[in-house]
Structure formats: structure tokens, C-alpha cells
């Protein structure tokens, strides 16, 4: 069904029509001027981010359900890199031609998906038209009591570095989905050429083989055997909201925290930058998943360099007290990677044979071996 | 200076490194995950509106900085139509490739100038590069007593129906920025033809002359003799903020507000949806500025329709209790144009000579006499 049959309040209204806030903090969601929230006895945290078509994403790799919940997850998870709960979610879409209402249907089961499993109202939003492309907002509020909330800057001396899951996995999926679409591409070319080559030598016959081939290429179906999790980490990232509870559950405060989108080299600086301090991180130590080690190994790329400016991963990346390493230790998927230290050390990683490499924010180098 | 040159984080820099928050409910504005807020004593009120570039607005009629300012009171406007006070704003920018760090500077200039009219602080954003054009997301914070607050659904029958300032003028000024423009490209055409023929006639003399011709129309001065007020209703609108306080110091407190954006037909009738009720307005009563008259006038457009269809004014419009009438009438810019009903008597306009219209929250329609 085209946008316009429904009309800019009409596809408001069918969107938002089984919409049923779940949080006390919701006094007004959708449907005024303004979301009217109710915080009166914690902080409320806001943080907004913004998903152009062809920069951000790339719509012949995800769908429309499966965006959705991404960029929600992104978003989420710069509130719980506060230490918060995301409470609330604002929606803008700006919407090309081609975008049907079926489409923003589908983006919004995947933002409904993504609300359920963290509780988090949809409050408003903005649809509008665009010239070109798709273009999403979403901003999250949430909340956390004053005394809880972590910030990038109170990383102190001798401090741990942990960080939550494994790193690298989402870039490397990337990676099998770009391949697999230049193989679907270079598929398609060599077919055009041999139907061109067939029309120039006027052979009925050989065209009527193509004919039968043709029908295989466009069912072409991506080779991701023993790459799931890797597609899955790229395609469906979570935010790690649950680790929040195991570390308040286990006694442990972060001394800061941030949640990892470009990269563990990129978000490490940014703390150590605002806490004005240095820090050691062990090659070893970095949890890589095995998919990603060995996918590393056939694209012929250094795994350490996909780990450390990957990126889109949204592990949690935090420190903590030094005192409360074996607590720490106890908790499964928290890995210590290295430690804090004074701001004119610099920012390093020691590699498995004793180097020191300084830490860079910087993207992608390809290994040269 | 081309913005890959700063980076990202550069540029967030650069645009952030003079922004001091004002307001006590601002812990923290950029520079982590989330802003946090602290609204322990009001509510919280939060609306995101998103702009993209062709569809809201035509940078060849608007520069970054008005664009800036217009986009920054458009959404603040949201927080006023809830009698609420905007206090914080998150910015999203969506940069086109030919955009410089130059354009940047000047849209932030303009947002500054917005916050700082309304002591509101610039707490977080993200910029990203976009395919094509620019897309803005501007997320708008603020807060309002809970007794304060005013929603769309409050209007009862006999309540009186308010508007402040005038309508219309913003669109007619479109209509001239419109005019000018398509002059300008009309100019541009003729001479483009004229050369084409002296080249064809390979008329050097011809040639010459029309080279000292082209500085004129590259210096092409639009005319909006007479019209300084609807260009500025269009280029610089402002949101309404000073008559909330006028109206508490009243002793007033309107039953049902919104801000008019797609014009008082459409706006109204989203208050009698939302408060199950019907409206007279009166034609006669609907405040028009004399440029708006006179302009519609020369453009052969029905006045009546431009300022109920219009859109983009920004006005309040709000109902009052009928008891309030004389303490209305007191305040300056402030017209009561109607009355609210029973929802089955339906939302009509009663015209100069006593006839009945049903109001359409629909776009244009020109003048066919």
C-alpha cells in the first residue's frame, strides 16, 4: 500500500495504535504535542542518534524488522553504558518514495521486538517524506539514580578494563555479507554477458538455456555455513543490559563505562581521554569467538586489528576497582583485558610476544602478510 | 574546509567547545553516552522532529543559520503548546558531501542564537555523512509542573477558542520567496538563449555585450518590497513562548493548546478530535496581518484559505473557559475567534455572510474566481 492512501496521520495512527506504555515513568506517550515522563525521583538520561541509508546501513543486507531492532539496540545501549534503564524511545523516519506502508509495518514489529525485550515504551516521533534514501532518529530516555550513573571520566590508576562478550565478530560479518554480494554480483554480470554473447550469434537454443539458468541466479542463496553467529552479531546486535544487574548483583560499581560502536581502540581513548589517564591492554587477553578468529584467517586479515577497530559490536567496555578482580572473574563473559595507569604512559596494547603498540582510533588496515 | 579533514570527533569538538549549559536540570550535556538530566520537582516533556533537506525546507530560499534557528523554535515550539518550558535540545546532522565545516558553524551560530532566546541548552547530537542533502533531527526537552500541563484533549463545550498573533503570512511569504525564485531562473533562461543564438550567429559584438550582462543577473536582488513581514514569518519564525507567561499572570489556564504547523484547520480540528467535541470559528475574527491581505490579493488566492491551510506559523492556539473571556480580552495579539460545541455539531467555519464551511485539514486550494 502506497504512504500517501493513508496520509502522514493515518499511518501515524496505525502505527502506534497497539501501543500500551509499561512504564510508571510514561504519564503521556504518543498522541500530544510532546511525551510527557514522570521522573521525579531519578536522572533521566537522553541520548539520540541518527541512520542514513547507504552510511549507516545497507538495505540489501537487512530488512526492515531487522533494522529496526538494530538501531534500537544501538540506541538503548547508550543508556545502559550510563549504567541506566532505557525507559522511553522517540522515532523519526524519514521515508523515500519506494518505501511502502508494508515496509514501515515491518520496521516497526522490529522496533516493537526490541521495546518488549528491554520494557520500553514507544512515546513519539516524526514520519516524513524524503528525496532520497531512508533516514531514522531515535532518541532513548532513561534513568538511573544519581549515585548510579557511570560516566566516561572516573577511571582512576590501576583500575581493571573489562569488557562484556567477544569483539570483532560484527565486522567480520560485514565482511561475509560484502562477499557475498560481489558473488551475486559477479554472477549476474558474467550471466548478462553470455546472453549478450548468445543475442550477437543469434543461437535460439543457447538462449533458451539461459532462460533456465536464470531463474537459479536470482534465487541465489548466500553461503554463511559456519558464519552464523558472525551474520547474527552484524545483522542482530544486543545491547548487554543484562550485565548491568550481574555487576550490581555481584557488589561492583564501574569506575567508568562505554559501550563499544567503533571499535575497542576508539571507546578505550574516549575513557582514557576524559579520565585523563593511560592504560595496558593484553592481545591475549581480548575475547575473540573462534567464527571470528577463523573467518580472520581466510579473508587473510589480523584478527587483533578486527577486534580493536571492528566496531558495532555494543559490548559494554568498563573499569573497575582493582580490588574487585576475583569478583569479576566470577562472572561469565566479563573478560579483564589490561588496567589504568597514569595519563603520561600513554595508551598501549602488549602484544603475545611482549611489544608495545600504541593504541589507535583508527579504521580498518588490511594485513599486508 | 572539507569536514573529513576534522573527523567526526573533531567536528563535535569544534562545535561543542563553547556550549555552557545554563539550566540547573542539565548534569550533563555532551561529551558521553546520554546526556543527564535532573527533573525531580516536573515532569519531563520530550519532542523529536525531523527536517530533511527538499521536503521542509529549500536551502536556495534559506540559509544554514535561519534554517538553524527556524528548525530549533520549530521544535521548541512542541514544548510550549504544552504550557511547558523548553530547557535542553539534542541535535542530529545528517551531512550531505558538499557540505563544509563553514556550513556547520553557521547552523550551529543559528541554533545558538534559538537556545539562547529560550535559555535552552544544547546537550548532545550525532553527525553522520548522508548519501544526499542534509537531514536534521532536533529532539527538544523541557519541563512543565504537572498541574501546569495542557494537552490537546482538554476542551470543553462553550470554552472559547484563542489564537495569538496572526495567520498565514508564513505562507504567503513562501509564495513570494517562490515567485522570486522562479524570476530569477526565468532570467537565466532568456540570457542562456540569447547567447545561444549570438553563438549560433557567431555574433562577437552580440557576444560581448551579453558577457557584461551576466554580472547583472548573477547579482539578482529579489523583491520583497512590501513584504519584509511574510519573508521573515517564513525565514524566521518564533515560537510563542511569551504568552504562556501573560496568560499565568492572568490568572489563566487554557483547558486544550497545540501549536499551529499545518494550519489552524488542521490544528483545531486535532483538539476537538482529541477532546470529543465540535467549534464555530468566525471568519471575520481570524487575525490577518495587511501584508498577508494585500499579498494574497496580487497572488488571486483566497485569504480565508492561506490562513486556515497555510501552515507554518507557529501560533498558539488554545481554548480558555468562557468565564476568562474579559481577562483575554486584555492581553495584546491574543483574538478569540470561535467557540467550542458537542462534538455532533461538527467544526465549521461560519463566514462574513453567515454561511457554514465544515473545516478541511487540507492543503490548498487555489482562488478559482
Given at each position: 500500500m502506497e504512504i500517501k492512501e493513508l496520509g502522514e496521520f493515518g499511518l501515524i495512527n496505525r502505527l502506534t495504535k497497539d501501543i500500551h506504555p509499561v512504564?510508571?515513568?510514561?504519564?503521556m506517550g504518543v498522541g500530544d504535542d510532546a511525551a510527557v515522563l514522570h521522573y521525579t525521583d531519578k536522572e533521566t538520561l537522553v541520548s539520540s542518534q541518527m541512520f542514513m541509508e547507504g552510511v549507516q546501513f545497507d538495505l540489501t543486507y537487512i530488512d526492515m524488522e531487522h533494522l529496526a531492532y538494530k538501531v534500537a539496540m544501538i540506541t538503548m545501549s547508550n543508556i545502559f553504558a550510563m549504567n541506566g534503564q532505557p525507559r522511553q524511545l522517540i522515532v523519526s523516519l524519514g521515508l523515500?518514495?519506494?518505501?511502502k506502508v508494508e515496509d514501515v509495518d515491518q520496521f516497526y514489529a522490529g522496533l516493537n521486538k526490541a521495546c518488549t525485550k528491554w520494557n520500553v515504551d514507544i512515546v513519539g516521533g516524526d514520519t516524513t517524506s524524503s528525496y532520497t534514501g531512508l533516514a531514522i532518529n531515535l532518541t532513548c530516555i532513561g534513568e538511573a539514580a544519581k549515585e548510579d550513573i557511570v560516566y566516561r571520566n572516573g577511571a582512576n590508576e590501576t583500575d581493571l578494563i573489562c569488557v562484556t562478550g567477544d569483539l570483532g565478530a560484527a565486522y567480520m560479518g560485514l565482511q561475509i555479507l560484502e562477499r557475498e554480494k560481489s558473488v551475486y554480483y559477479q554472477q549476474v554480470e558474467e550471466y548478462n554477458n553470455k546472453v549478450k554473447e548468445a543475442q550477437r550469434n543469434k543461437d535460439e537454443k543457447r538462449l533458451e538455456a539461459l532462460r533456465m539458468e536464470r531463474a537459479a541466479i536470482e534465487g541465489f542463496q548466500p553461503d554463511f555455513a559456519g558464519k552464523e553467529y558472525l551474520i547474527d552479531r552484524q545483522l542482530k546486535p544486543e545491547a548487554r543490559g543484562e550485565f548491568l544487574n550481574q555487576l550490581r548483583e555481584a557488589g561492583i560499581r564501574p569506575t567508568s563505562m562505554i559501550d563499544i560502536s567503533d571499535g575497542l581502540a576508539s571507546e578505550l581513548k574516549h575513557i582514557c581521554e576524559k579520565s585523563h589517564c593511560g592504560c595496558r591492554i593484553y592481545e591475549k587477553n581480548i575475547p575473540i569467538d573462534y567464527q571470528t578468529a577463523a573467518t580472520c584467517e581466510e579473508f587473510n586479515m589480523n584478527l587483533t586489528t578486527a577486534a580493536l577497530n571492528g566496531g558495532e559490536d555494543y559490548e559494554l567496555l568498563f573499569t573497575v576497582p582493582i580490588g574487585d578482580h576475583e569478583k569479576i572473574d566470577k562472572?561469565?563473559?566479563?573478560?579483564?583485558?589490561g588496567y589504568i595507569t597514569k595519563e603520561n604512559l600513554g595508551t598501549f596494547l602488549i602484544t603475545r610476544d611482549g611489544n608495545e603498540f600504541e593504541l589507535k582510533a583508527q579504521g580498518w588496515v588490511v594485513n599486508k602478510n
Open positions: 512504564n510508571n515513568s510514561t504519564i523515500g518514495k519506494r518505501f562472572i561469565e563473559n566479563i573478560k579483564q583485558i
